[in-house]
């Protein structure tokens, strides 16, 4: 099955920062756009972050405003959130989705394809 892999999630420090990569496995993420959701212990899963297929169009999730940035690398083979200012409500197991179509971008069922999740912990 097609899937998606995220990496770069890790333990830091609050006000430490961390990189997470999105790339796929059997598909190109070129003609995809893409979210980051989070799921925190003992919440539902949340939208964090989108970006558009053009790569001109991203959305911010309020609580990750001015801290996080979401981009393609050039080539538009992966795409990264940059997560910088990282505060202890941030720790959660972060998921990439890829949809060829997304209009509703805060909803999980606008996207075809999954990571199996990173787990970010910040702790002192």
């Known amino acids: 099955q097609l899937q998606l892999v995220e990496s770069g999630g890790g333990l830091v420090q609050p006000g430490g920062s961390l990189r997470l990569s999105c790339a796929a496995s059997?598909?190109?993420?070129?003609?995809?756009?893409i979210g980051w959701f989070r799921q925190a212990p003992g919440k539902e899963r949340e939208w964090v972050s989108f970006?558009?297929?053009?790569?001109?169009?991203?959305y911010y999730e309020d609580s990750v405003k001015g801290r996080f940035t979401i981009s393609r690398d050039n080539a538009r083979h992966t795409v990264s959130l940059q997560m910088n200012s990282l505060k202890p409500e941030d720790t959660a197991v972060y998921y990439c989705?890829?949809?060829?179509?997304?209009?509703?971008?805060?909803?999980?069922?606008?996207?075809?394809?999954w990571g199996q999740g990173t787990q970010v912990t910040i702790s002192s």
């Open positions: 970006i558009d297929i053009t790569d001109d169009t991203t």
């Open positions: 059997g598909f190109s993420l070129e003609h995809y756009a």
């Open positions: 989705a890829a949809g060829a179509w997304v209009v509703a971008h805060t909803m999980e069922s606008e996207y075809e394809y």
